[in-house]
Each structure stands twice: as C-alpha cells, then as structure tokens.
Nanobody, 124 residues
Framework: QVQLVESGGGLVQAGGSLRLSCAASGRTFSSYAMGWFRQAPGKEREFLATISWSGGITSYADSVKGRFTISRDNAKNTVYLQMNSLKPEDTAVYSC?????????????????WGQGTQVTVSS
C-alpha cells in the first residue's frame, strides 16, 4: 500500500516556474514506477510524465516535453515535477500516481495509487 501527497501547487504568472513534490509513504517506494497527470475543468485526465523505479527511464507527453522534468529521490520517497515556461493552458489539478510491477506507464489505468492532487493556476 502506498499513500501519495502532492504539494507545491499555486498561482504563477505565465512564463514562470513551479516545482511539484509528491511524497510517498511505504517502504517499497523505490520499486514503483511513478507518473504525473493533470486534469483541467471539463477535460479528461492527461498524462504528463513517467519515471522508472531507478529514475533511469523517463517519458513525457508532447504537450510538456522540453518544459517539464520529472525526477525522483528514493531516499526521500519523493517524486518531483519541475515545470518551466508555464502557460495559462497548464492550469489544472496535478496528481501523482504510483504503479508496481512496471518500468514506467503512460496510461492512467496502469496506475494503482493516486494522490489527492494540487491546484496549479497560471495567469496570463
């Protein structure tokens, strides 16, 4: 069982940066692939980035490639999402997710555990 808690969201101007954190409970965090998703009002949940248990493999959605960076610190049971060059269309609730038994995953149904989400609002 893994519990996930996101933090770091807030209000930022377009062009600015934010770093989201996702703290995980449980001693097996280092064996889980992790992902970040977002959901804007009236839209479907969108995959953003995934990282393998070792951090050696990452994958990004085209919409954030080159602007967002996913990383993890297994000693701190934490995964991060560094977001640069933010745009108003990045406004959404951002959630992290964890899945065992996979190297990485890009689809929401592949993930077993989810955080409650943190709001990111980008003003123009």
């Amino acid at each position: 069982q893994v519990q996930l808690v996101e933090s770091g969201g807030g209000l930022v101007q377009a062009g600015g940066s934010l770093r989201l954190s996702c703290a995980a409970s449980g001693r097996t965090f280092s064996s889980y692939a992790m992902g970040w998703f977002r959901q804007a009002p009236g839209k479907e949940r969108e995959f953003l980035a995934t990282i393998s248990w070792s951090g050696g493999i990452t994958s990004y959605a085209d919409s954030v490639k080159g602007r967002f960076t996913i990383s993890r610190d297994n000693a701190k049971n934490t995964v991060y999402l560094q977001m640069n060059s933010l745009k108003p269309e990045d406004t959404a609730v951002y959630s992290c997710a964890a899945t065992p038994g996979k190297s990485w995953a890009t689809r929401a149904y592949e993930y077993h555990y989810w955080g409650q989400g943190t709001q990111v609002t980008v003003s123009s």
